[in-house]
């Protein structure tokens, strides 16, 4: 219950500080944080919180690492629905939290919520095949930056940055074509608030491809490097 906890704060601080980021600072009008503020974002949710819950639970805060990480024979099967359980709600309880303090101000509108999207919700209008593509390809390489930051033989203590810089690196390729999922939680717990219903359709990509790439990743990185 201690790492379900842990994974369920975690989680939830990856949402509002990524996610509030996009709502509340990107666009605030000459002082907003743009892209690179949103991806830095992002990376630093997870430096903080590999750091400060790493030893608890691992930090995975996404359902597409606890995945990849049981396929490279890192984390035991009978922990992985009770994590990814946690993961959603607490990326829910984040997004709650946001849609609180966001609804706070005068003639707040939800719109996208920064919720993921592709075609005409792509910030970009990038296509289906596009986003599929970007989503998967990225979580394989996410997956390989965990796995190998990760590794008995990486460096003592340097995972928590390594990962974080990946995800920022992450959101500066993607967040014009999809938003930037490459975590299925956050994706559920944007799509759930976002206005106008369209971010439920198209959530299963962010499922799907995520969970690809994270499969694939553990399989490669088991094979290149398997932990003895």
């Not at 005068?106 to 719109?111: A, S």
């Not at 939680?185 to 994270?214: C, D, K, M, N, Y």
């Amino acid at each position: 219950m201690k790492k379900l906890l842990a994974e369920f704060i975690g989680t939830a601080w990856l949402v509002l500080g990524g996610c509030g980021s996009a709502v509340l600072a990107a666009a605030y009008p000459q002082l907003g944080i743009g892209f690179a503020g949103v991806a830095l974002a992002f990376g630093l949710t997870v430096v903080t919180m590999a750091y400060a819950i790493g030893h608890i639970s691992g930090c995975h805060l996404n359902p597409a690492v606890s995945i990849g990480l049981w396929i490279g024979g890192r984390f035991d099967k009978k922990d992985l629905i009770p994590y990814i359980i946690a993961q959603v709600l607490g990326a829910i309880a984040g997004a709650a939290i946001l849609y609180f303090i966001a609804s706070g101000k005068p003639g707040f509108e939800i719109g996208g919520f920064a919720a993921n999207g592709y075609a005409e919700h792509s910030p970009g209008g990038y296509t289906m095949m596009s986003a599929l593509i970007a989503e998967v390809l990225l979580t394989f390489f996410f997956l390989i930056i965990i796995l190998g930051a990760t590794h008995s033989k990486a460096p003592a203590g340097l995972a928590g940055l390594a990962i974080g810089l990946g995800l920022t690196l992450i959101h500066l390729v993607s967040i014009p074509v999809t938003n930037t999922s490459v975590n299925p939680a956050r994706s559920t717990s944007q799509a759930l608030f976002a206005e106008g219903g369209w971010a439920l359709p198209q959530l299963w990509l962010f499922w799907v491809a995520p969970i690809v790439g994270a499969i694939i990743a553990g399989l490669v990185y088991k094979y290149i490097s398997p932990e003895e």
